[in-house]
């Protein structure tokens, strides 16, 4: 499975962005999705998940209420809906999937979110 995140760009406090992650290859295997992102010296984190059917998300505690998640499996993309962004949300977002087989995708080149204050 190939990822490739878009959407990212340079955001005041406050405001909104939407990100997609779009999947190719071999797209029937995927079973759970999520968004992580890593900030400058941190360690990346899991933002939030999203199972194969799209009803059972979850989030980190610092994005509940603020981020959405979503998928269409019809389109193969993922999205991440970013409301009241923060300056601490400044990073560099990826995507990964699991498939059923419980293997990982590799990381795609992610898509750069600045928040500035």
């Known amino acids: 499975v190939q990822l490739v995140e878009s959407g990212g760009g340079l955001v005041q406090a406050g405001g909104s ?35 194969s059917g799209g009803g059972s998300t979850n989030y980190v505690d610092s994005v ?17 809906q970013m409301n009241s962004l923060k300056p601490e949300d400044t990073a560099v977002y990826y995507c990964n999937v699991k ?13 750069q979110v600045t928040v500035s204050s």
Do not use: H
């Open 99 to 111: 498939t059923y087989g419980g293997a990982f995708s590799s990381w795609g080149q992610g898509t």
């Open 17 to 51: 962005l939407r990100l997609s992650c779009a999947a190719s290859g071999s797209t029937f295997s995927i079973d759970a999705m999520g968004w992580y992102r890593q900030a400058p010296g941190k360690q990346r984190e899991l933002v939030a998940g999203i199972s």
């Open 64 to 80: 509940k209420g603020r981020f959405t998640i979503s998928r269409d499996n019809a389109k193969n993309t993922m999205y991440l």
